[in-house]
């Protein structure tokens, strides 16, 4: 059974552009959920995603959004990137939307 | 963004120790999960918990989910260098959203 896998593995942008990160769910999981983790924090919840639905976000302005796809996949785009955006993102999948979590490798993202 | 409170920040334990932490909230949670997380990984998810009062161990790992709902505990025992690492409670709110919300983490340095 393979796993959450993320990709890319690392992502360097400048200010102002735009970045999509990608999530492979575990099989057998509908929910997706993406959360940033700066350097020597835990991860910040962003959003969740339950059969292609957006179920929850945290305290992240608009220009985080997402998608769901009918395989559960997901994606998190970012637009005008910030510097304080460096960090890295981690994508979480689960069985179901109140089920334990399990996270892929992460994204590390730089804005310079 | 909200996180839980997790101490020790960090310890240094001598191999062979056992090692206990916390995790405290002013919330109530549905949910409690222990992870650890390695450089520049994903978290890896050690225990979880969903009953108040429960106590469930993985090993030389055991965690309890506090009577109160607002606190969980991780044992360690018998330390090996391996558990060298940053580990992570995650609470789920209570609320329609599902949403984990992580702790400050804490840092263990294994010295052999």
């Known amino acids: 059974e393979t796993g959450v896998t993320q990709s890319p593995t690392h992502l360097i942008k400048t200010r102002g552009q735009q970045v999509t990160l990608r999530c492979s769910s575990q099989?057998?999981?509908?929910?997706v959920s993406w959360y940033q983790q700066a350097l020597g924090q835990g991860p910040q919840f962003i959003f969740q995603?339950?059969?292609?639905?957006?179920?929850g976000r945290g305290n992240f302005p608009p220009r985080f959004s997402g998608l769901q796809f009918p395989n559960y996949s997901s994606e998190l785009n970012v637009n005008a990137l910030e510097l304080d955006d460096s960090a890295l993102y981690l994508c979480?999948?689960?069985?179901?939307?109140?089920?334990?979590?399990?996270f892929g490798p992460g994204t590390r993202l730089t804005v310079l | 963004g909200q996180q839980l409170n997790q101490s020790p920040q960090s310890m240094f334990i001598q191999e062979g120790e056992d090692v206990s932490m916390n995790c405290t909230s002013s919330?109530?949670?549905?949910?409690w999960l222990w992870y650890k997380q390695d450089p520049g990984e994903g978290p890896v998810l050690l225990i979880a918990?969903?009953?108040?009062?429960e106590l469930t161990s993985n090993g030389r790992l055991t965690a309890q989910f506090g009577i109160t709902r607002k606190d969980s505990f991780l044992n360690i025992s018998a330390s090996i260098p391996s558990d060298v690492g940053i580990y992570f409670c995650?609470?789920?709110?209570?609320?329609?959203?599902?949403?984990?919300?992580f702790g400050t983490g804490t840092r263990l340095k294994v010295l052999a």
């Open positions: 979480a999948s689960s069985v179901d939307r109140f089920d334990e979590q399990f």
């Open positions: 099989s057998g999981h509908n929910t």
């Open positions: 995603y339950y059969r292609e639905e957006e179920n």
């Open positions: 919330s109530i949670f549905n949910t």
């Open positions: 918990l969903y009953k108040a009062g």
């Open positions: 995650a609470g789920q709110t209570t609320s329609g959203t599902y949403k984990y919300i």
